[in-house]
């Protein structure tokens, strides 16, 4: 893992909006692989204004509520249309999103998983973590080989999300997901985290045991994660010091 410490959340965006843009220039059909949530909206803003070309790219959400018509504002269809596909030059067809309404949600999830294949893979997955270290909807105890499926939310997720949706209760309980062992599979995962409510999340992540029960653990076990974070995120990290010092020397070949 490559933990990456930046002073404030835009300069960590842009760290990621530095690595996402290589590898469009360097592989205009790259297939990446995105997320939603508050996360992520900054480095939505950064890639827009970079004005990159798309036209070529692939993309694959994470997950999506289920039973949440498409048009609802807080489906993460909405979101990645608003925040991120209605600006870019992106083609429709290369949107991939898991459909919450699919009437066999079984088949659909095996679909969705022989779509990333068909597409030659993931090449950078983007990832949030949640306060109960979930990537995805992986929630703890997740299978750490689990594809692509439907999960139920923890009350401690509704909590969280109850800010999108006016109350806990108006959360939906249920998502499709990509699996743990969907997301090990991406050749490079791109995690951030911003804010000090995330500080216990990412020290969990990063420097605590791999288990189920904090699922972003495993990626200790991904030859080639890099993990965004602004001061506060970082601010429970024994080691901060060391990624901070390691970063500021890296080669010059290696900057992001
Ligand atoms: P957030 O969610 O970006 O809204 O904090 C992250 C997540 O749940 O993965």
Redesign the pocket.
């Known amino acids: 893992m490559e933990i990456i410490i930046q002073p404030t959340q835009q300069a960590a965006t842009d760290v990621a909006a530095r690595l996402i843009a290589r590898l469009l220039i360097a592989k205009p059909h790259a297939v990446i692989g995105l ?1 939603t ?4 909206l900054s480095l939505y803003q950064s890639l827009i204004s970079m004005n990159l070309d798309w036209s070529q790219a692939t993309t694959f959400n994470l997950d999506e509520y289920i039973g949440l018509p498409r048009e609802h504002p807080q489906s993460y269809h909405s979101f990645m249309w608003e925040n991120l596909f209605k600006h870019i030059n992106i083609r429709k067809e290369n949107i991939h999103l898991p459909d919450g309404n699919a009437t066999d949600i079984p088949q659909f999830c095996e679909d969705y998983e022989n779509h990333i294949l068909a597409a030659g893979g993931i090449d950078l997955q983007v990832l ?3 306060t109960d270290g ?2 995805g909807f992986n929630e703890p105890t997740s299978s750490l080989a689990s594809r692509t499926r439907i999960k139920t939310l923890t009350k401690q ?1 509704c909590i ?1 999300n109850a800010r999108f949706f006016g109350s806990e209760e108006a959360v939906p309980k249920h998502v499709i997901t990509m699996g743990i062992g969907t997301i090990m599979e991406a050749r490079q995962n791109l995690l951030l985290a911003f804010g000090s409510h995330k500080a216990r999340a990412i020290a969990e992540a990063v420097e605590g045991p791999i288990t189920s029960i904090h699922p972003a653990s495993i990626l200790q076990m991904h030859p080639a994660v890099k993990v965004c974070l602004d001061d506060a995120a970082a601010g429970q990290l024994q080691r901060a010091d060391y990624f901070r010092w390691v970063y500021e020397n890296k080669p010059q070949w290696q900057m992001i």
């Open positions: 997320a949530g508050s996360t992520p949030g973590i949640g979930h990537i997720t969280d």
